[in-house]
């Protein structure tokens, strides 16, 4: 399976190479010529049975025909879908025999459904008004390219739904069909797969982290990743996926776009759209991972009413059992309901979360010791956390939004959400000591209360002004949480990441109250103006963000204010989009992210003063080129951001670390049956201003060099619905410390797999499996700003089953 696996692998690596090169050079267009080669050329199809629409759409985007039809055409009919190996006008031919219509091939090479009359045979059917089919308007997982991994288009923020090749930015969708066939449980299992991301929390922690270009992101995990489009509302600690439609990484800061992230994230923002209810759909899956741990979901979707405005979708899953690592077990819950209404002027929707996690003997980070040297990595097995330990979370959130068309040129929107996190654990983060690996802990029982509320309304309208036609938003947004915390410490133990030591079972005592320990809350009205002239081959980005800072932190022992903290900022964004042709888009932007200001601590010469939020700064020019069944992108950035520290007793905002960097990307289809997404991010992440000679002009925690993604699907020819997939991960050297005296050495891991889609019984069905770490790496896959280490995942098998009734 290996050597099938990497053949596919080497051709993506080719792929992505030509892809970076064409981005660099004059481009030539070739969308009329690929038209008439893919109408000639048989290609394998497997769609499933569906309204007719829907069958159409994801026949034209598989095909990679352009489309058009009278929605009119296609009401109340429905298609027994394909399977098999035709060309376009084959799969035309199948696809609509019965139904009175037929595909007519126009002159550019696009494709029309015409209705058939008495006329036809003497070559005048009748021609009804065309109305594009915009497969992403049909149902949500038809809106990618071709190969359905990736997103044609992404939400940015306030901005709304754009596409792709319209964003002033680099951003990337996983589809919910990306995200089954990676049999993903986490956000983390997801993002990972972007060259631009390194998760930072090791296999069986209990909370996702990241780096996205270079910054974190999650590090304190307070709101940090936004449910759909709005922060505070998603789960705290970790997201199960189960429930994702998309999951979009925006790469660089997005301050205007979205407000502040809770947790003063600027590397770029992770945004979870859930799933809505579109064909009805029941399908259940059956799964299994090594360890010993099986696991099932439920997946159910109904449209109801006299004109199916109502929709209602409920995904359930569960999980229990032992993880791939020593002496761990994980029991996960979830259940999500998503309801919503589709009026003629009215669309509201409803999200409801639950998700409860246990995990005994979790995970930990530990901390590396100062001057010590990084040591080697221990079995990724081992687990230096004792059986007796442990880990408990509720999750709990509610969406609310709605959107009212006034005119049909202006809506008002509105949304309010709230979420509740509980957590009681016993466990602590250890110490390496030495170089032989022998750790110290004093393990804590804790327990947590985080509250957040989040709350926008605004106005968006269209409108044209002379040659200009714009987009305006205006927009308030609100959001508060309160983190409550009581602790109490148990005995302190040794143990020895080689060679784990079992400890006698503690029984520490919950703590005698939850005192509040801090508050935040962000406030900001924004405007933007996405302006277009040219026939949309020149488009405009302009916006402004006013935040307000507003944050207390408490004495848990008396309940005294020991710090405030209230300031304000703004924020713009400037960006541009010039098409010169339809598939090539030449792109910059400049934009800010904004983190808290610090407070001058007690001992520096000015203690107490606040001081402003910082604002981290970007720059960035690409270019992305829609090659029709692939895209390739080149991007440049450059991201500065400010730190404060204290420098002759004085505590000031002198220091700063910038991020240079260049992302190259391609995702799509190579050609047929050959699928891929993947690229390759360079960072030189260099701190440019420090207060000593030991650390100015180093490079920055926990940043590679080089970060290489590759993944690749290739359907064998001579199997029918048989699939290998393929994935090689790497990152280069990065350092633990600011003074670069911790190095942790690079590392390359290989995924492989398969999957097999037929029908059983007339019902879909898709098997899975899928190898991770093949070759059973132990290595350290990053440090996080802390100095803690996140020890790479072990060899996992993951297995699954589908079916859709």
């Known amino acids: 399976m290996q050597q099938h696996a990497l053949k596919p692998v080497r051709k993506i690596v080719q792929a992505l190479l030509i892809g970076a090169t064409v981005a660099t050079c004059n481009y030539i267009s070739i969308t009329t010529a690929y038209a008439e080669t893919a109408a000639s050329t048989k290609k394998t199809y497997r769609i499933a049975a569906g309204s007719l629409a829907n069958v159409l759409s994801q026949f034209a985007a598989e095909s990679g025909i352009l489309l058009s039809a009278n929605a009119a055409l296609a009401d109340g009919k429905s298609s027994p879908g394909l399977n098999g190996n035709y060309t376009v006008d084959e799969g035309f031919a199948a696809l609509l025999s019965g139904t009175q219509l037929q595909a007519s091939q126009q002159a550019s090479g696009s494709y029309t459904i015409l209705k058939k009359s008495a006329e ?472 800010e992210g904004l983190s808290k200001g610090d407070i001058a601590p007690a001992g520096t010469t000015n203690a107490g003063e606040a001081f402003s939020p910082y604002k981290a700064k970007q720059q960035e020019v690409g270019i992305k080129i829609d090659h029709g069944r692939l895209m390739t992108t080149l991007s440049l950035f450059q991201i500065e951001r400010p730190s404060a520290q204290t420098t002759n007793g004085v505590f000031s905002v002198n220091g700063e670390q910038r991020n240079r960097g260049i992302e190259l990307s391609a995702y799509g289809t190579v050609e047929d049956g050959l699928r891929m997404y993947g690229g390759a991010t360079f960072i030189d992440a260099e701190l440019t201003k420090t207060n000593s000679v030991l650390t100015q002009g180093n490079t920055a925690v926990g940043v590679p060099k080089v970060q290489l993604s590759l993944n690749g699907e290739w359907d064998i020819p001579l199997l029918n619905g048989f699939t290998l997939t393929g994935g090689i991960f790497h990152s280069g050297k990065q350092y633990v410390n600011q003074a670069n005296t911790q190095r942790l050495p690079s590392w390359t891991t290989l995924d492989i797999g398969a999957r097999y889609r037929s029908f059983m019984g007339g019902k879909p069905v898709t098997l899975r499996a899928d190898l991770r770490n093949v070759t059973d790496k132990d290595y350290w896959a990053g440090a996080s700003t802390y100095g803690t280490l996140s020890l790479g995942a072990p060899r996992t098998l993951l297995l699954s089953a589908t079916v859709d009734f």
């Open 120 to 591: 036809t045979s003497s070559g005048s059917p009748d021609i009804l008004p065309e109305v594009a089919i915009q497969s992403e308007r049909v149902t949500p997982n038809t809106n990618a390219y071709e190969g359905g991994m990736i997103a044609r288009r992404n939400r940015l923020g306030m901005l709304g739904d754009v596409d792709v090749k319209d964003a002033p930015f680099s951003v990337t969708g996983f589809t919910a069909e990306a995200i089954a066939n990676r049999q993903a449980n986490t956000v983390a299992d997801v993002v990972a797969r972007d060259p631009s991301v390194r998760s930072t929390a090791p296999s069986g922690d209990v909370a996702d982290a990241f780096f996205v270009r270079g910054f974190p992101i999650g590090d304190n995990n307070i709101g940090e990743i936004a449910f759909d489009g709005l922060f505070g509302v998603a789960p705290n600690y970790r997201l199960m996926t189960d429930y994702a439609e998309r999951i979009e990484v925006l790469k660089g800061p997005a301050a205007m776009l979205y407000g502040m992230s809770p947790n003063s994230g600027i590397g770029g923002s992770i945004n979870v759209v859930p799933k809505r209810a579109g064909e009805d759909l029941s399908r259940v899956r059956l799964g299994y991972t090594t360890g010993g741990q099986p696991n099932g979901a439920v997946d159910i979707s109904r449209r109801l009413g006299d004109e199916r405005q109502f929709g209602v979708r409920f995904n359930g899953s569960h999980r229990d059992g032992d993880t791939p690592i020593d002496h761990q077990s994980q029991r996960a819950t979830l259940g999500a309901l998503a309801l919503d209404y589709q009026g003629e002027r009215l669309h509201a929707t409803l999200d409801l979360i639950d998700q409860v996690e246990k995990v005994d003997a979790p995970s930990r980070r530990p901390f590396l010791s100062a001057g010590l040297a990084a040591p080697r990595a221990p079995d990724n097995r081992n687990n230096i956390s004792q059986r007796w330990e442990w880990y408990d979370s509720h999750e709990q959130s509610a969406l609310l939004r709605g959107e009212y068309d006034l005119h049909e040129q202006v809506s008002v929107f509105a949304s309010y959400g709230v979420a509740h996190s509980t957590v009681d654990r016993l466990f602590n983060t250890p110490v390496i000591n030495n170089a032989a690996g022998d750790t110290s802990v004093t393990p804590t029982r804790a327990e947590f209360d985080v509250d957040r509320n989040s709350a926008e309304a605004g106005v968006r309208g269209k409108f044209t002004t002379g040659a200009l036609k714009h987009q305006v938003t205006m927009q308030w947004s609100h959001y508060e949480d309160r983190f409550d915390q009581g602790t109490v410490a148990g005995q302190s133990y040794t143990s020895n990441i080689y060679s784990p030591v079992t400890r006698a079972a503690q029984q520490v005592a919950a703590p005698a109250s939850v005192p509040k320990r801090s508050t935040n809350t962000l406030g900001g009205v924004a405007i933007s103006d996405s302006l277009s002239m040219l026939d949309e081959r020149v488009q405009v980005m302009l916006g402004l963000r006013r935040q307000q800072v507003q944050s207390e932190n408490f004495n848990p022992a008396t309940g005294a204010k020991t710090s405030s903290y209230d300031q304000h900022a703004v924020t713009p964004i400037v960006g541009l989009v010039v098409k010169p042709w339809q598939s090539v888009s030449f792109y910059g932007n400049y934009i």
